[in-house]
């Protein structure tokens, strides 16, 4: 393993990350927000470090049971337990959408109980269309009033150009890494991929695009060849390298992904020359490809089978954490719709936290890899 994936790694592997640690003991800020829908962009314009909330695999729920059901998703129900037990207690701020009502319920009961000095409600509309958008650019403004307040600093439009600049950057370089991975034999693991996502909101831009840059460069003419069938990852929140280790390390290589913590967050690029405010609202909604979003399967259906086609994929492994309502349903709709043209798909409820359910996904996935058949 190169240097640079190595430090990559160790960054992602914990909740408050060594860079972190660093922007606090230098006075900095950080806000924490979970949903893809959430723009990064005007946390930045403020001067606060963004931070995408995250369980790591974390599967101890006991205190967050006590505030939010089981009958919740784990993720969720993951994420509280740990801004309950002093795990997030580094962050200044909270940043809460609507992406479903158990991310809700986090959010809320996080709040409730353990309150952070700013907390903001980012209203995300259900539906893509002309008047959705205005409401979102309604939205985003007093999101954009509200973190410069917290922060103490007025955001101007050249801040925020500055700032979606910057977080264009981020995503360029992480759709060219997965571009690079349409090659047979790809650069990067599905597992160092995922590690790279991750890394882009846990650390400030620059050093995002530093080690990035450097593990990139270290790549070039290098390849895995060794594996014997080529994976899509579908469906809900997925922050766990270690579920992609365990499938990658039966054969199967996972070459690219339709998921939050994946490509859905950083493939639509944003219009730079725009309106700032207009620009975010309208990259952020219409990019979303979430089956929270009403009237959108034909759209996320046809964004699935245009990555199985230019990736070159085998086979589909739509995931999705117990009790998650809205990708519990659509990954049915999703196998039933791909298995309807030829392509194999696998449907994998699990609980968060795949170390402890490691057995029965590791048969599930081997089954599967056996279904397909082998490249070698």
């Not at 952070?116 to 939205?139: I, R, W």
């Not at 307040?149 to 992480?174: T, Y």
């Not at 659509?330 to 309807?340: G, P, Y």
Request: hydrophobic share 40%; proline share 4%.
């Amino acid at each position: 393993m190169s240097d640079s994936m190595q430090r990559i790694k160790e960054l992602t592997a914990t909740i408050e990350n060594e860079a972190v640690r660093s922007w606090k003991e230098g006075g900095g800020k950080v806000f924490g927000y979970a949903c893809v829908a959430t723009p990064p962009e005007i946390i930045e314009a403020a001067g606060v470090l963004p931070y995408r909330i995250r369980a790591l695999g974390n599967p101890d729920t006991d205190i967050a049971d006590s505030h939010l059901s089981r009958f919740n998703c784990s993720f969720c129900r993951s994420c509280l337990q740990l801004g309950l037990d002093g795990t997030y207690d580094f962050l200044d701020g909270l940043i809460e959408t609507n992406g479903c009502d158990h991310l809700r319920g986090m959010f809320e009961n996080w709040q409730y109980v353990k309150p952070v000095p700013f907390f903001h409600y980012l209203k995300v509309p259900h539906l893509v269309d002309e008047g959705a958008v205005e409401y979102f650019v309604e939205e985003i403004a007093l999101y954009r009033d509200a973190i410069g307040e917290a922060a103490g600093k007025e955001i101007s439009d050249e801040d925020l150009r500055g700032a979606i600049a910057s977080q264009e950057k981020i995503r360029a370089s992480l759709r060219d890494m997965y571009e690079s991975r349409k090659a047979e034999e790809p650069p990067f693991t599905g597992e160092e991929a995922l590690a790279l996502v991750l890394l882009s909101s846990a650390v400030s831009s620059d050093e995002f695009l530093e080690l990035c840059s450097a593990v990139v460069d270290e790549r070039k003419g290098s390849g895995v060849g060794d594996y014997n069938a080529r994976l899509l990852l579908i469906g809900a929140a997925t922050d766990e390298p270690m579920l992609v280790h365990e499938m990658e390390s039966l054969g199967g290589l996972v070459v690219s992904d339709a998921m939050c913590y994946g490509s859905r967050a950083f493939w639509t690029p944003i219009d730079t020359g725009a309106d700032p405010v207009r620009a975010i609202a309208s990259m952020y909604l219409e990019q979303l490809l979430c089956p929270r979003m009403y009237e959108d399967f034909p759209r996320r259906l046809q964004y699935v089978k245009d990555a199985i086609e230019e990736w070159n994929v085998d086979g589909v492994i739509a995931v999705h954490n117990k009790f998650c309502d809205v990708h519990g349903v659509d990954n049915v709709q999703m196998r039933l719709a791909l298995e309807k043209e030829g392509m194999p798909v696998l449907t994998l409820e699990k609980e968060y936290g795949s170390a402890a359910d490691a057995g029965r996904i590791r048969t599930r996935v081997q089954a599967f890899l056996e279904r397909i058949g082998g490249r070698r």
